[in-house]
Every structure is written in structure tokens, then in C-alpha cells.
């Protein structure tokens, strides 16, 4: 092997390093002088994002397996018939105060499993025919 083939395989890689380098340092200029701020934001944005996901993600999984639920709510009004005495409950005396329950504590008050509105719950609870 030749003298003059090593020297021009190392002046090769020599310009092929400088080369590497001077990209390297100018596109390190681009980024820090007009995309550093952008990029940093983007991040921080995405940590908010993925944080705000995984805290909500009952709620948005809730929310999301709604839209393909067809609900419907039946309005079935309560008959009490005005010969019999209601028997109101000591603890709750009026329908405001069981209706601002939320209907989870509205059946652990009255016993009554069954799910409907609750003003159809507390009616039937304060109103025993």
C-alpha cells in the first residue's frame, strides 16, 4: 500500500469531520436562536396535556363511552292518593333536601335500589301510600 492513498483516505476523513462539524455548529446556532423556545413550550405543553389526561381519565373514559349510549329517561309521575297521610321521615322533611343528595347517598338513605330520577326516589321515600 502506497504512502500517498493514506494521506488522501486521511485528508478525506478530515473534510468528511470539518464538514460534519460546521453543519453541526450551524444548525446548533438555527435551533437555539429561533426553535429552542418553541420546542421547550411544546414540551411543557405536553407534559400539561398528559397530566390533565391521566388525572381526568375516569371522567373523559365516562364521557367517551357516552357517545355511543343511547339514553333515556323515563318521567313517570307519582300518584298519591289524598285519603292517605304521607309518612314523612324524621331525618328529611322536605324534597329539596333529598333531592340535592346525589343519587348514590339518595339510595343509601331510602333503601331503595331501584334506578330512577331522584325526585321519583324521594318522592316515594317521603310519600308511602
Given at each position: ?129
Amino acid at each position: 500500500m502506497n504512502n500517498l492513498s493514506i494521506l488522501r483516505a486521511l485528508y478525506a476523513l478530515s473534510i468528511a469531520i470539518e464538514a460534519t462539524y460546521e453543519i453541526g455548529h450551524e444548525s446548533g446556532r438555527f435551533y437555539r436562536t429561533h426553535l429552542h423556545k418553541y420546542v421547550v413550550h411544546f414540551i411543557a405543553f405536553t407534559i400539561a396535556a398528559i397530566i390533565h389526561l391521566w388525572v381526568n381519565r375516569e371522567s373523559i373514559r365516562n364521557t367517551i363511552g357516552s357517545w355511543f349510549v343511547y339514553t333515556y329517561e323515563t318521567n313517570v309521575p307519582v300518584v298519591v292518593t289524598p285519603s292517605v297521610e304521607p309518612f314523612v321521615s324524621p331525618l328529611y322533611e322536605q324534597l329539596d333536601e333529598l333531592v340535592s343528595l346525589s343519587a348514590r347517598n339518595l339510595r343509601k338513605v331510602t333503601g331503595i335500589n331501584r334506578k330512577c330520577s331522584k325526585y321519583l326516589l324521594a318522592s316515594q321515600y317521603l310519600c308511602y301510600a
